[in-house]
């Protein structure tokens, strides 16, 4: 009897690892998916170097077209089309058409990718959106100069998880797998230095099975956290 209900603990524990490390996998490999983010909605890469992606206000695409000094950028949102041509014979020298219209003439300031526009006259390229009863107006669904030159001309490319939560979810699983391997380490760590002989009581026992449970919640939360968060 010892035997089998070994290996039913054994057998377990190989699924609880294959269970994490399955789950770990997906993860990895949706949240390391390229594209940009536009706002709140993730347009992820395609095959033919195209973007597209959605989100609650519409279905957006992206198609860049570069050539020597000047960038087009063809964007589709609920299937409407706007053609943009952003020229750059330098980052001093930036002007940004939409459907042969100026809508910007300035400088780039900063590293391709992630630079800042700067208009002319000295302010900065785009006005500040102001959201109204948590809604977009229309017009704010449009991309912006500053990311339009970022996306099309500075090649930025994103994830669309943000990888940085891997950290405490790392942190998270390092504690729930010592908790588990080393049932009174945390116990000792706290109280062994200051009793002689003593046990964990029923209640503490209780209180780390609860805390287990909350660590395997919290490393999926967390995980799709990371999905909106950048």
Not at 43 to 66: H, K, N, P
Request: hydrophobic share 45%.
């Amino acid at each position: 009897m010892q035997k089998i209900k070994a290996h039913k603990q054994a057998f377990r524990r190989a699924l609880r690892i294959l269970y994490w490390m399955g789950l770990m996998i997906l993860y990895l490999c949706a949240a390391s998916r390229p594209g940009v983010w536009l706002r709140d909605a993730f347009l992820y890469r395609q095959t033919d170097g195209s973007f597209a992606g959605r989100d609650e206000y519409g279905i957006y695409a992206l198609t860049v077209t570069a050539a020597e000094h000047e960038t087009q950028a063809v964007f589709a949102m609920n299937g409407e089309t706007i053609q943009y041509r952003i020229v750059t014979s330098s980052q001093e020298n930036v002007q940004i058409y939409q459907d042969d219209r100026k809508i910007f003439a300035g400088q780039a300031i900063g590293e391709p990718g992630d630079a800042v526009l700067w208009a002319e006259n000295g302010q900065l390229a785009d006005d500040i959106n102001v959201v109204v009863n948590g809604e977009y107006q229309q017009q704010d669904l449009l991309p912006t100069c500053q990311w339009l030159y970022n996306i099309a001309v500075g090649g930025r490319m994103e994830t669309r998880g943000n990888l940085w939560f891997l950290l405490p979810m790392g942190l998270l699983a390092l504690v729930l797998f010592l908790d588990i391997k080393f049932p009174l380490l945390f116990w000792n760590l706290s109280h062994g230095l200051a009793v002689q002989g003593g046990e964990p009581s029923e209640w503490y026992c209780t209180m780390q099975k609860v805390s287990r449970d909350l660590m395997e919640v919290g490393i999926p939360f967390l995980a799709l956290i990371s999905f909106w968060q950048h």
